[in-house]
């Protein structure tokens, strides 16, 4: 099953360098009907004007995003260089403190196809 996300530039860029190997998001109910070996066809946004394809290799749900940064290494992320403060706030300024209590966080091991 192929699954259609937004994904901000930056991020598509680091797919494409084969140097983010986690994506983060909500486990809400579209992200919870995502198995292992399904597709995810990310659209770069904002600008909308390219399309990368990754498989879903492994999916692990924690009850809050601090959770899931404590267990999976930042280099998964391409996020080294960042501190776990850096890591939470720039999760919340996409996602609300209240979205994160209703359905945890959810981190989708990926590679591009």
């Excluded at 004007?49 to 498989?55: A, D, L, M, P, S």
């Excluded at 930042?74 to 939470?88: A, G, H, K, L, R």
Aim: hydrophobic fraction near 40%; aromatic fraction near 10%; charge should be negative.
């Amino acid at each position: 099953m192929e699954h259609t996300m937004g994904l901000y530039d930056e991020y598509v860029e680091s797919i494409i360098e084969r140097k983010k190997k986690v994506e983060v998001r909500l486990n809400d109910e579209k992200r919870r009907k995502i198995k292992i070996g399904d597709t995810i066809k990310f659209i770069k946004i904002p600008s909308q004007n390219e399309v990368i394809r990754v498989v879903v290799l492994e999916l692990k749900s924690y009850p809050t995003f601090q959770a899931m940064y404590e267990d999976v290494p930042f280099s998964d992320f391409d996020c080294e260089e960042w501190t776990m403060e850096e890591m939470i706030k720039g999760t919340f300024d996409i996602y609300s403190v209240e979205q994160e209590q209703a359905w945890g966080a959810l981190a989708i091991g990926i590679k591009l196809i």
